[in-house]
Nanobody, 126 residues
Framework: EVQLVESGGGLVQAGGSLRLSCAAS????????IGWFRQAPGQERDGVSC????????DYADSVKGRFTISSDNAKNTVYLQMNSLKPEDTAVYYC???????????????????WGQGTQVTVSS
């Protein structure tokens, strides 16, 4: 069964850091773009970052450039999102998703992604 499981969310003060993990099972990363999305209450779900192992592409939303870093450990079938210098506006539920033969770009709509995790809550206090 294909599964994506996010972990690592929690409560952190502004300026702090968290590392999110997205563990995949039932498939390997080679044929998929893996994206991170986030959704704040009452807001649309927006792309945050993505990575595609096949061509090495990485992309970030402008709002997180210089603060967030995406990486992958293909041996563990896991993608990470290191979040530094967190701001209250980063508060959201964070989701990872997998797009078969996908092109890694935060412009790619969530509707293009084939599999989704359940999400992990990130709360940044001021």
């Amino acid at each position: 069964e294909v599964q994506l499981v996010e972990s690592g969310g929690g409560l952190v003060q502004a300026g702090g850091s968290l590392r999110l993990s997205c563990a995949a099972s039932g498939f390997t990363f080679d044929d998929y773009a893996i994206g991170w999305f986030r959704q704040a209450p009452g807001q649309e779900r927006d792309g945050v970052s993505c990575i595609s192992s096949s061509d090495g592409r990485i992309d970030y939303a402008d709002s997180v450039k210089g603060r967030f870093t995406i990486s992958s450990d293909n041996a563990k079938n896991t993608v990470y999102l290191q979040m530094n210098s967190l701001k209250p506006e980063d508060t959201a539920v964070y989701y990872c998703a997998a797009d078969y033969l996908g092109y890694c770009s935060v412009v790619v709509a969530g509707s293009e992604y084939d599999y989704w995790g359940q999400g992990t809550q990130v709360t940044v206090s001021s």
